[in-house]
T-cell receptor, first 115, second 114 residues
Framework: DVKVTQSSRYLVKRTGEKVFLECVQD?????MFWYRQDPGLGLRLIYFSYDVKMKEKGDIPEGYSVSREKKERFSLILESASTNQTSMYLCASSLTGVPLFGEQYFGPGTRLTVT | AQSVTQLDSQVPVFEEAPVELRCNYS??????LFWYVQYPNQGLQLLLK??????LVESINGFEAEFNKSQTSFHLRKPSVHISDTAEYFCAVSKETSGSRLTFGEGTQLTVNP
């Protein structure tokens, strides 16, 4: 089974802190994604990566950056956390190409609270 | 740009009743369509998908969805729900040219009551 793990289930940080969220997948997937999930808004894509050291902005990249130095690891960085970044953060990974197109495997999520 | 609209934010039903969760999408090109499910305190997992071929697709736990191109819909149905189907359901759409990116709807919370 594909396994996507996230470094923390719950995290509490203070406004202005630099925050690192880590994600690791164990199935050699090319693509990795970071989403935030908010009630009534569904999942919104922050950044994604289709290869090591490659990244593309998603729909809401402002206030975030990412790093992918190894294929299995994709990090989300909040340079200076703000209260409006309090949310559930979900990491996902996937392979490229049909018939597995669109099949993303998700981690359990990190609930981040910024106070 | 493509978008996805889930028409109901919450759907309460009684056990063994039928259910339909509605999803509409907007896109000017051919799309691929997905339903994901999120059980409490878990990440999302793929329930079913439409890439091509038969417009009716089924999951292993009795859900089905029908791709309707003329109505730009991909509604999810189950003829008889169980308590264990209580979860949040997300519709998602993608274009082949967008790589593996998915655009998700707002989610529908299905609550099955005894």
């Amino acid at each position: 089974d594909v396994k996507v793990t996230q470094s923390s289930r719950y995290l509490v940080k203070r406004t202005g802190e630099k925050v690192f969220l880590e994600c690791v997948q164990d199935m050699d997937h090319e693509n990795m994604f970071w989403y935030r999930q908010d009630p009534g808004l569904g999942l919104r894509l922050i950044y994604f990566s289709y290869d090591v050291k490659m990244k593309e902005k998603g729909d809401i990249p402002e206030g975030y950056s990412v790093s992918r130095e190894k294929k299995e690891r994709f990090s989300l960085i909040l340079e200076s956390a703000s209260t409006n970044q309090t949310s559930m953060y979900l990491c996902a990974s996937s392979l490229t190409g049909v018939p597995l197109f669109g099949e993303q495997y998700f981690g359990p999520g990190t609930r981040l609270t910024v106070t | 740009a493509q978008s996805v609209t889930q028409l109901d934010s919450q759907v309460p039903v009684f056990e063994e009743a039928p259910v339909e969760l509605r999803c509409n999408y907007s896109s000017s090109v051919s799309v691929y369509l997905f339903w994901y499910v999120q059980y409490p305190n878990q990440g999302l997992q793929l329930l079913l998908k439409y890439l091509s071929g038969s417009t009716l697709v089924e999951s292993i736990n009795g859900f089905e969805a029908e791709f309707n191109k003329s109505q730009t819909s991909f509604h999810l149905r189950k003829p008889s729900v169980h308590i264990s189907d209580t979860a949040e359901y997300f519709c998602a759409v993608s274009k082949e040219t967008s790589g593996s990116r998915l655009t998700f709807g707002e989610g529908t919370q299905l609550t099955v009551n005894p």
